[in-house]
């Protein structure tokens, strides 16, 4: 069996019981690998990581030991770039032993083409004329945004930060994000309006996937759109509670806890 989960956002300041939502990753990382040959991890697994030069304490120590656990057993676990944890440098993969994605990934599974990614920044080419240009200007400024968090340079300086004021205004920033969906939760905005449907579809015209599969939205989402080719997005580890999975004969289903 092959799992698919994004969207944890363990550790964020926005849970009264942080721990809990750790415990909850380990416990189903620990029911995985019962029958895993893979485990895909499709971003934003921490509400905020990074890895700094300065020496810091290990952070989720039970979490990284899980996952040092199941690589050591030869399970695959492969770790995609999420806009809350895109910043890592080669600590957690020595740790761990996972595999590391910066960006997207096109993959061959259980004879099925798959397309992975956390869904962060993906967007047809036509996106931008979508919207009205009040819209387009602060899609714009975010946009731009993530161009700072993603520049070497910037995520250089940022690393020579001490670890302590560096997670502190990390994790202060990455709460507010929590705190705004949990008070008004995300909503499927319709096939025509997603823009990771309207991607998927997009790329569909030039090559063929069987899977598009994505995190970053926080909905559950198995969705045909063409005759062979279906977009599942995961949901999350701590409002909806669900993954996916895949069987050997390379069907994938979304499952809940």
Not at 26 to 50: H, N, P, S
Not at 79 to 105: E, R, S, V
Not at 148 to 155: A, D, S, T
Not at 228 to 252: C, H, T, W
């Amino acid at each position: 069996m092959v799992y698919f989960l994004s969207d944890a956002h363990i550790g964020s300041r926005a849970f009264s019981t942080p721990q809990e939502q750790e415990q909850k990753m380990v416990d189903l990382l620990r029911k995985f690998e019962q029958d895993a040959t893979a485990i895909y991890l499709l971003g934003d697994i921490f509400d905020f990581w990074f890895e700094f030069f300065w020496w810091q304490r290990k952070q989720f120590p039970l979490l990284l030991q899980t996952l040092r656990e199941l690589t050591n057993k030869g399970i695959e676990v492969h770790f995609f770039a999420g806009n809350h944890d895109m910043w890592m440098f080669g600590y957690l993969a020595k740790q761990t032993g996972i595999i590391w994605h910066p960006a997207t990934a096109q993959t061959v599974i259980h004879g099925k083409r798959c397309f992975l990614a956390h869904g962060d920044g993906i967007v047809p080419s036509d996106y931008l004329q979508r919207f009205s240009k009040e819209k387009q200007k602060r899609i714009l400024a975010f946009m731009r945004l993530q161009k700072i968090f993603r520049n070497r340079y910037m995520q250089y300086l940022y690393r020579s930060l001490p670890p302590f004021i560096g997670n502190a205004i990390g994790y202060a920033w990455a709460k507010q994000s929590r705190l705004k969906e949990l008070k008004k939760p995300t909503d499927f905005l319709g096939e025509n309006n997603e823009s990771l449907v309207l991607f998927s579809k997009e790329k569909e015209q030039t090559e063929h996937f069987d899977y598009y599969i994505f995190g970053h939205r926080h909905i559950d989402l198995d969705l045909q759109i063409t005759p062979n080719s279906r977009v599942i997005i995961l949901g999350d580890l701590f409002k909806i509670n669900s993954y996916a999975q895949m069987n050997e004969q390379g069907k994938v289903e979304l499952q809940y806890l």
